[in-house]
């Protein structure tokens, strides 16, 4: 393989990761994906995802890269906002109620399917520990759905609560817009009027 495409192919790196979509955006044989991890500069990760063979593997974006449209969610997003202090054991994640990949059947994923009304409600770009960018709901959209939830931890959902009603950045407002939306507005009132 010519120099010039290995250094043009492993500069294009998104933070370690490789997608063969941007292989093929950048005119290239997908061949020189297989020719990379042959020579060890890249490592397979799944379909069309491979990493640089030095990057530190981040599931966050690795999972995100294999669902595009699965945007991180309940517990895991209330881990990443700094919200939580118990690292998720499985990764929770949200998608429209027409979305199906058997594949996820064997992901460490918690899936949640919503109607495309409130499948967009609330997303933004948050960092994982690793110093990605993925998709995941912002905050207020994160508590709707953590009190909605059924299964959740008491504990977790008190201490975020409790944070987020001693933060001097909440936007009570927008929490109540989207409790009325995602028709949990008593549960969060509950909360609010005892933390305020």
Not at 43 to 63: E, F, H, N, P, T
Not at 78 to 103: A, C, D, K, R
Not at 132 to 143: I, P
């Amino acid at each position: 393989m010519k120099a010039d495409i290995r250094d043009k192919v492993l500069s294009s790196a998104d933070n370690g990761v490789i997608t063969s979509a941007m292989i093929t955006k950048m005119g290239l044989h997908r061949s020189v994906l297989t020719g990379l991890v042959d020579s060890g500069e890249l490592v397979r990760c799944s379909r069309g995802i491979y990493m640089l063979s030095d990057a530190w593997q981040d599931d966050y974006k690795l999972l995100q890269e294999r669902y595009s449209q699965g945007i991180i969610s309940h517990q895991t997003a209330l881990y990443l906002h700094g919200y939580s202090e118990q690292v998720p054991l499985s990764f929770h994640m949200t998608f429209p109620t027409n979305y199906n990949s058997p594949s996820l059947n064997s992901e460490n994923v918690t899936v949640t399917r919503v109607i495309p009304k409130n499948y967009s409600l609330g997303i933004t770009e948050v960092e994982t520990p690793y110093g990605n960018k993925v998709r995941a709901y912002d905050l207020e959209r994160t508590l709707c759905d953590i009190v909605r939830g059924s299964g959740e931890n008491i504990q977790i959902i008190q201490f975020a609560m409790k944070k987020y009603a001693s933060d001097r950045n909440h936007d009570i407002n927008r929490l109540m817009a989207y409790a009325k939306q995602l028709r949990v507005e008593p549960k969060i009132q509950r909360y609010m009027e005892v933390l305020l």
